[in-house]
C-alpha cells in the first residue's frame, strides 16, 4: 500500500539504496527519481496526471523544507496512490524535514480548535492551548471538553489556561484509560475501583458505555488489520504501512474519529500495541454486552452503574 517513507544515506550508497528500497515496496517498481530542479516540476507533472501506474515508486532527493512545503497539497494527493521516498543524504537535514511534517500536523489541529472555538464566539491563549492539548491524550475527547470550556466561561470571550486547568480533567480520560487496563487484565478489584471512581466524578454510566463501545469497536477493526499491521515492527514500518490504510476507503467517513486509518498515528499504534493482548472474541462478547446494557437503560433502570459493573465483570469469564 503507498505511502511516504523518509530515509538517510550517504551519497556514495545512494544509488544502491534506491534499487534495494524500490523492491521492498513493490514487487515490480517503476522507479522515478527526482533531484534539484527536476523535483517540482515532477511531483507536479505526476499529480495532475489522470492515471499513474500503481507500481511507481518515486523518490525525492535532498528537497529543502520550503520546496516540501510549497509541494504539500501534490505530495499529499500523491502519498495516497503511490509510494514516495524522500531520501537526505545530509543527517541533520533530515531531522529538519520531518520535523516540518509533524509542525504541519500540529498546526491543523490547532487549526481544528480555535476554528471550533469561533463558532462560538470565544478564541484560547497560546498558554491555554498548550495546556489544553496535555490534557487531551484522545482525539476524541476534544470537541466535549471545547463545549465545557465554552459553557464553563460564559460570556467572556478569553478562554485562559485557568480555565482549561479547572475544566478539563485528565482524570477522567486517565480513568477510562485504566478501565479498560483492568478488564484487559482481568483485574476485577482494580475494575470496580475505577468505576467508583468515575462514579464519584459524576460521569454517567452512558458516557463510560459510550468510550468503551468506541474503543471496542477501533480494537476490532485493528484486530482484522492484523494481516497488514504488526506493532512489534520499529515505529517507521509500523508509520510506513499505516498511512496507506485509508486507501481501503473508496470515500472519506464523516467521523473520522470511529475510523482506525483516520486516527493519529501515535494513538493507532497504541491501540494496535493493546489490541495483541486481548482475544477478537473477547471484544465480540464485551461489545454484544454492551448493545444489549444500552438497550435496557433506555427503556428504563434504576440500576446503571450496577448493571454495567456486572457486565465488565462477567467478560472475565469469556
Known sequence: MPGILFKSVKRNSLASDIEKTAHELHRFPKIITLEGDQIRKGVTHLFSSLFLDENIVLFLIDPDKKLLNSLKTQIENLEKKIWIVIYDTKAKDRTELHTSVEKDKEKTLKRTVLSFLRRYGKTMTDKAYNLFIERIKDDSFIENELIKLVNYVGEREEIRSKDVDLVVSRYEEENLISLFEAIKDGNKIELI????????????????????????????????????????????????????????????????????PYLNHRYALTLATFANKISLNRLKELY??????????????????????????????V
Open 193 to 260: 475501583r475505577v468505576l467508583d471512581n468515575l462514579m464519584s466524578l459524576g460521569m454517567a454510566p452512558l458516557m463510560i458505555h459510550a468510550y468503551l463501545c468506541r474503543i471496542i469497536r477501533l480494537l476490532i477493526q485493528v484486530k482484522e488489520m492484523t494481516d497488514l499491521l504488526d506493532p512489534y515492527n520499529s515505529d517507521t514500518i509500523f508509520f510506513k504501512k499505516f498511512s496507506g490504510l485509508r486507501n481501503l476507503f473508496s470515500f472519506a467517513p464523516e467521523d473520522k474519529k470511529n475510523y482506525f
Open 288 to 317: 454484544n454486552s454492551l448493545v444489549m446494557y444500552d438497550l435496557s437503560v433506555k427503556k428504563g433502570t434504576k440500576f446503571e452503574f450496577s448493571r454495567l459493573e456486572m457486565i465488565l465483570l462477567r467478560s472475565f469469564d
